[in-house]
């Protein structure tokens, strides 16, 4: 464990905060930006959140990027009509799109799983778990049958996150008892301060500077990816991409 990497990576979360974390996810992550776009041309906030809950738990081993992946996900649906069931139709997308084509056998039971979840979910629900992303994310493991902490878990809670802040114009930050989404990236970074697992590392660090762990992703996340257009977004959007640059330096 190197104690003063970790004292600086604190200082600098601290200085950072909820309110940068805020700004990185909706003027950095493109991810957030087609959310917003799919939601305006949708103009049904029910059938967004149940399509982004869909896209979520099966945005894992992509054929691209994440960004692509979401990219493609929001022009498809901002130009569909829906005339069957989402999730019928949901699955045909998923067959023909380009940027998701691995496990496909798995990602379509997947669907399966969740489709009784969904179908009774309506609006005022989702403004309930919205409030209580805890107990969103306990059911969402208990339909999937899989742990809590799972990498595609906790990533969903992010994106149902977003997707109700978009909807519903309220910004409620996440629970700190949600996992940091697990992947090699922060696998690799977490290395640079200590050998202790990454997820009790980062809740760790969240509960000391007072930093929901998925916030802290929001943070780590446009720095340790290589995107060009997301570095140059961060210098444009954010008053303090300086200090967010110094912590791929330590």
Same mark, same amino acid.
């Given at each position: 464990?190197?104690?003063?990497?970790?004292?600086?990576?604190?200082?600098?979360?601290?200085?950072?905060?909820?309110?940068?974390?805020?700004?990185?996810?909706?003027?950095?992550?493109?991810?957030?930006?087609?959310?917003?776009?799919?939601?305006?041309?949708?103009?049904?906030?029910?059938?967004?959140?149940?399509?982004?809950?869909?896209?979520?738990?099966?945005?894992?081993?992509?054929?691209?990027?994440?960004?692509?992946?979401?990219?493609?996900?929001?022009?498809?649906?901002?130009?569909?009509?829906?005339?069957?069931?989402?999730?019928?139709?949901?699955?045909?997308?998923?067959?023909?799109?380009?940027?998701?084509?691995?496990?496909?056998?798995?990602?379509?039971?997947?669907?399966?799983?969740?489709?009784? @979840?969904?179908?009774?979910?309506? &609006?005022?629900?989702? !403004? =309930?778990?919205? #409030?209580?992303? *805890? +107990?969103?994310?306990? %059911? $969402?493991?208990?339909?999937?049958?899989?742990?809590?902490?799972?990498?595609?878990?906790?990533?969903?809670?992010?994106?149902?996150?977003?997707?109700?802040?978009?909807?519903?114009?309220?910004?409620?930050?996440?629970?700190?008892?949600?996992?940091?989404?697990?992947?090699?990236?922060?696998?690799?970074?977490?290395?640079? @301060?200590?050998?202790?697992?990454? &997820?009790?590392?980062? !809740? =760790?660090?969240? #509960?000391?500077? *007072? +930093?929901?762990?998925? %916030? $802290?992703?929001?943070?780590?996340?446009?720095?340790?990816?290589?995107?060009?257009?997301?570095?140059?977004?961060?210098?444009?959007?954010?008053?303090?991409?300086?200090?967010?640059?110094?912590?791929?330096?330590?």
């Amino acid at each position: 464990m190197n104690s003063e990497k970790i004292e600086k990576l604190k200082s600098i979360l601290k200085e950072l905060g909820i309110d940068t974390a805020r700004e990185l996810e909706e003027n950095v992550d493109l991810q957030y930006l087609y959310l917003k776009n799919l939601q305006k041309n949708l103009k049904d906030d029910e059938l967004f959140i149940k399509l982004v809950i869909l896209n979520a738990l099966v945005s894992y081993q992509l054929s691209s990027t994440g960004e692509l992946w979401w990219k493609e996900f929001s022009n498809y649906w901002s130009n569909k009509e829906i005339i069957d069931d989402i999730f019928k139709e949901y699955k045909d997308f998923l067959l023909n799109c380009k940027s998701n084509r691995r496990l496909l056998n798995i990602k379509m039971k997947r669907i399966d799983k969740i489709k009784p @979840f969904l179908e009774n979910l309506n &609006i005022e629900d989702i !403004k =309930k778990y919205y #409030k209580n992303m *805890n +107990i969103f994310r306990n %059911h $969402i493991a208990n339909q999937l049958k899989t742990k809590k902490e799972s990498k595609t878990v906790v990533f969903t809670v992010k994106m149902f996150g977003y997707a109700s802040r978009i909807s519903f114009n309220n910004f409620i930050q996440y629970p700190m008892e949600i996992e940091i989404p697990k992947d090699s990236r922060i696998e690799k970074y977490t290395k640079k @301060f200590t050998n202790e697992e990454p &997820i009790k590392f980062w !809740k =760790k660090i969240g #509960k000391e500077t *007072n +930093i929901p762990p998925l %916030h $802290i992703d929001s943070i780590l996340w446009p720095v340790l990816g290589k995107s060009y257009e997301v570095r140059e977004r961060l210098k444009k959007y954010c008053n303090k991409s300086d200090l967010i640059f110094k912590l791929v330096e330590l």
